[in-house]
């Protein structure tokens, strides 16, 4: 069953566009390009219908291993850094690669926390300067349920069944946005042109993670 989920999601990516910008094996993100199916809330306004977009793919294959007894506070501690330092690789692609250019906004949906409920994962994204709010469908709630039971399909195939807890009912999936200006504001080289690791670490906001 997990091998064909496993090609199921090779399909689903192939078919969406979704890339590797990095190499890196902390790297948690894939990517792709699309345009906003409906308008996307950022802390700074709002990315209008149909606006290119950069969409975030979590990397099923990096994402920490969850122990047999759910999320700990060590594995919390690892995807918090991992999730920071991906930050700091995609600001230095965009600036780089022609691919990323041009794009409105950065963010994506994730079944990892529902909106509002206070979860450490849901405050590693706010802290990281995304808007998060609850995931709506254009087509409705009927699309939902069927975007949440693949999502929860996808975290039984890679965690090996030691999925988030609350079960395929209690599962919301959540919109994570930023827009692409405060995205490089925040994370982006002072000169634009694509710093270090090492010289982000020092001028940019993510030196809060490195001290976790």
């Not at 990517?31 to 290119?52: F, K, M, N, Q, Y």
């Not at 827009?179 to 982006?188: K, N, T």
Request: glycine share 10%; charged share 25%; net charge positive.
């Amino acid at each position: 069953m997990r091998f064909v989920i496993h090609t199921i999601d090779r399909l689903v990516r192939r078919r969406k566009g979704v890339f590797e910008f990095c190499d890196e094996p902390d790297c948690i993100f894939r990517v792709s390009i699309e345009t906003a199916p409906c308008p996307l809330r950022v802390p700074d306004g709002e990315i209008p219908v149909g606006a290119r977009v950069l969409v975030l793919h979590f990397w099923n294959e990096h994402m920490p291993p969850i122990p047999p007894t759910g999320p700990s506070l060590s594995w919390a501690v690892k995807f918090h850094r991992m999730v920071a330092v991906s930050t700091e690789y995609l600001a230095r692609a965009m600036e780089n690669d022609p691919r990323l250019a041009g794009v409105k906004a950065v963010g994506g949906v994730t079944p990892l926390f529902t909106a509002g409920d206070g979860s450490a994962a849901e405050g590693i994204f706010t802290r990281l300067g995304f808007a998060v709010s609850p995931h709506r469908n254009p087509l409705g709630r009927f699309m939902e349920f069927w975007e949440e039971v693949y999502a929860w399909l996808l975290m039984w195939a890679f965690t090996g069944g030691n999925q988030n807890r609350r079960g395929l009912r209690g599962l919301r999936r959540s919109d994570f946005w930023i827009s692409a200006d405060q995205f490089l504001r925040l994370y982006g080289s002072p000169s634009g042109k694509g710093a270090t690791g090492g010289d982000r670490a020092r001028h940019g906001p993510n030196r809060w993670w490195r001290q976790a």
